[in-house]
């Protein structure tokens, strides 16, 4: 288990997993987006994930992609839009992850644990202002949608930060996870805060020198650029820009039925 420094200085165990458990997509039509997303890596939708509740995940490897409409939030009297989580850090205990944020992690907490059968979470703030949910689940068993026959492959290669204040939120993300502190990584526009695997957890703070309105959730890869471009206008996806070309790397942003803006890019 990771180490992190408490506000005495002295070190602490970290509850917390230094991966990417889950991106957090929310949507207003739950099976409108399953279908959308589904048509995009090309897999089928699963009827029964669509009958289980106000969510509808895609079990990647290490990381999943889970569909939010909010419903049962929305119930809540207590729960407000601005609660939405962006992804989720895996927790081996969520009572002892809800002790460390509370008491260590210079975090603002948003709700108390909830439980609900196999799994219990929590939501907190960093001090950038963007959600996050700490999140605990029984061992699941292995069924990875991978039968994809899209060239964007079924998996999330990364999720977006986005920042203001590089050195403090690299600092900050650090601390949380128990991860040494890069000084020098932490002077440019994109911090990878080291993960053990899953998706690369990218503190981008591009949106704010360039004055942008807009937020990148996540990127996902393609190892054929161009033919995931064919794929995008085959079935029908709006595209947020142009195609960029850069000399390791081909990317272009799309926009889901909600307007969710994501990147389809290609490592070179």
């Known amino acids: 288990m990771a180490k992190s420094m408490d506000t005495n ?51 990647f490897p290490e990381t999943d992609l889970v569909l939010d409409s909010n419903a049962e939030n929305r119930k809540n009297p207590s729960w407000h839009e601005g609660m939405k989580p962006r992804f989720m850090l895996p927790a081996a205990d969520i009572d002892e992850a809800y002790e460390y944020i509370k008491f260590h992690a210079n975090a603002e907490l948003l709700t108390a644990p909830e439980r609900h059968g196999p799994m219990a979470f929590f939501t907190f703030r960093d001090l950038e202002g963007n959600n ?44 949380l996870l128990g991860q040494p502190l ?32 807009f937020t990148e959730i996540m990127y996902l890869e393609t190892h054929d650029f161009e033919a995931a471009l064919e794929h995008l206008k085959s079935i029908g996806v709006e595209l947020a ?26 490592m070179k």
Not at 146 to 155: D, T, V
């Open 132 to 175: 996050l949910m700490a999140c605990w689940s029984e061992e699941p068993i292995a069924n990875h949608d991978q039968e994809a026959a899209s060239p964007i492959l079924p998996r999330i290669g990364g999720v977006f930060v986005d920042v203001k204040d590089m050195k403090a939120a690299a600092r900050w993300y650090s601390s």
């Open 9 to 59: 200085g002295k070190l602490t165990a970290v509850p917390l997993e230094n991966r990417v458990g889950g991106v957090f997509i929310h949507v207003t039509d739950l099976t409108r987006a399953a279908e959308w997303y589904s048509r995009l890596f090309g897999l089928p939708v699963r009827q029964e994930r669509l009958n289980s509740g106000p969510v509808y995940w895609f079990d």
């Open 182 to 213: 890069n000084e020098a990584g932490a002077e440019h526009p994109v911090y990878p805060v080291p993960v053990t695997g899953g998706a690369a957890l990218l503190l981008d703070q591009n949106r704010h020198l360039n004055g942008e309105t």
């Open 241 to 266: 820009g142009e195609p960029a070309y850069f000399e390791n790397l081909s990317e272009v942003p799309v926009l889901d039925p909600d307007g969710n803006r994501i990147v389809i890019a290609q």
